[in-house]
């Protein structure tokens, strides 16, 4: 069965530290796809990032990286000098791939809280 | 602009009622979705649809129903039947990552 764990429920942080939210994943398939959500209070979740199983690079967009490591099953996202506006709830998942027309059932972890003090 | 809208964003319903989500897209996605977000929880998944005239059940369908007659549209309905609708709806479409809506938060009074 498929699972992703983030482990850290809440993250508080002063504005301009650097911050690591976890993600560790379970799953049985060879092929499976990563993916970063970012949720604001407004509520809508935004598409941060996705990874296919196949690429173990590393990325960067400004300050935000990703660490996908196939090893641990994880793929840990880290915000460099945080600021107010990162302060969200951010989702880990986790998708099968399926052929076709690209409708795949994705698992979401619990999310994890991030507050950025001024 | 491309987009998921869901409406409406604030939903108040009394017990035994059924009520009617709306979600439409015009990303030409054939997959959507409908996700259900519990207070301090992830999202659990209620139904998604593939295609046209096709629709799985997902990890919690009891108590809810949907359909899909257009490839724009995948209404879900909260039945009566569901025990504990208040929650945060989400719906999403896909082709290589999710694309959601801005939500509707529903309440039973």
């Known amino acids: 069965a498929q699972k992703v764990t983030q482990a850290q429920t809440e993250i508080s942080v002063v504005e301009k530290e650097d911050v690591t939210l976890d993600c560790v994943y379970e799953t049985r398939d060879t092929t499976y796809y990563l993916f970063w959500y970012k949720q604001p209070p407004s509520g809508e979740l935004v598409f941060l990032i996705r990874?296919?199983?196949?690429?173990?690079q590393n990325e960067i967009s400004g300050r935000y990286s990703w660490n996908f490591q196939k090893s641990t099953s994880s793929f840990n996202f880290t915000i460099t000098a945080s600021q107010v506006v990162d302060s969200a709830v951010y989702f880990c998942a986790l998708s099968e791939a399926r052929r076709g027309t690209g409708g795949f059932k994705t698992i979401f972890g619990a999310g994890t809280r991030l507050f950025v003090k001024a | 602009d491309g987009g998921i809208t869901q409406s409406p964003k604030y939903l108040f319903r009394k017990e035994g009622q059924n009520v009617t989500l709306s979600c439409e897209q015009n990303?030409?996605?054939?997959?959507m979705y409908w996700y259900r977000q519990d207070p301090g929880q992830g999202l659990r998944l209620i139904y998604y649809?593939?295609?046209?005239?096709?629709?799985q059940k997902g990890d919690i369908a009891e108590g809810y129903s949907v359909s899909r007659e257009k490839k724009e549209s995948f209404p879900l309905t909260v039945t009566s039947a569901q025990k504990n609708p208040t929650a945060f709806y989400l719906c999403a479409s896909s082709l290589y990552g999710y694309t959601f809506g801005s939500g509707t938060r529903l309440t039973v009074v």
């Open positions: 649809s593939q295609i046209v005239n096709d629709f």
């Open positions: 990874r296919n199983s196949f690429d173990e």
């Open positions: 990303l030409n996605h054939d997959a």
